[in-house]
């Protein structure tokens, strides 16, 4: 599994957390190097930050995201965000701004990163890693349904 994110306590904290599931994880603190990786090695997830160094307009995570599908990237990419939902507070908007956020990047999960921070948040990051690591589908329907 390839993790993208530029805060190394969070990165750490991510790491420690897939590793004791079985999960092999390698680190990157920024997306110039996942291309070369996911064509080097096998993996099977992309867990990225979204904004990393700080981007105008679509962040960094998107942006890669978006190339990398585009170009024809088959691993699934599981974006978390800690921007794009700050300061909303209806549960329906913030849906609504995540589901946007997947639209564009074309991502095939976005989720906030402080839902990793509650336990019971920590056992839903997992299972959607774990969905799209294996590529049950199961994570997609549980997002479009979460749309509505």
Not at 22 to 35: I, K, N, P, Y
Request: net charge negative; charged share 25%.
């Amino acid at each position: 599994m390839l993790l993208i994110d530029d805060d190394p306590h969070f990165a750490s904290q991510i790491k420690t957390l897939l590793e004791k599931e079985g999960f092999v994880v390698e680190v990157l603190s920024d997306h110039s190097q996942a291309d070369a990786k996911l064509a080097q090695v096998p993996h099977v997830l992309v867990v990225s930050d979204d904004n990393i160094d700080h981007m105008q307009g679509f962040s960094d995570g998107e942006q890669w995201c978006k190339k990398y599908k585009q170009s024809g990237g088959k691993v699934p990419v599981l974006i978390l965000t800690g921007a794009e939902i700050a300061g909303i507070k209806s549960i329906k908007a913030q849906g609504e701004a995540l589901f946007n956020m997947r639209q564009q990047s074309q991502a095939d999960f976005v989720m906030p990163k402080s839902v990793i921070q509650d336990p019971n948040g920590e056992a839903l990051f997992l299972r959607y890693v774990k969905d799209l690591a294996l590529h049950t589908g199961s994570a997609r329907s549980i997002d479009s349904n979460y749309r509505g």
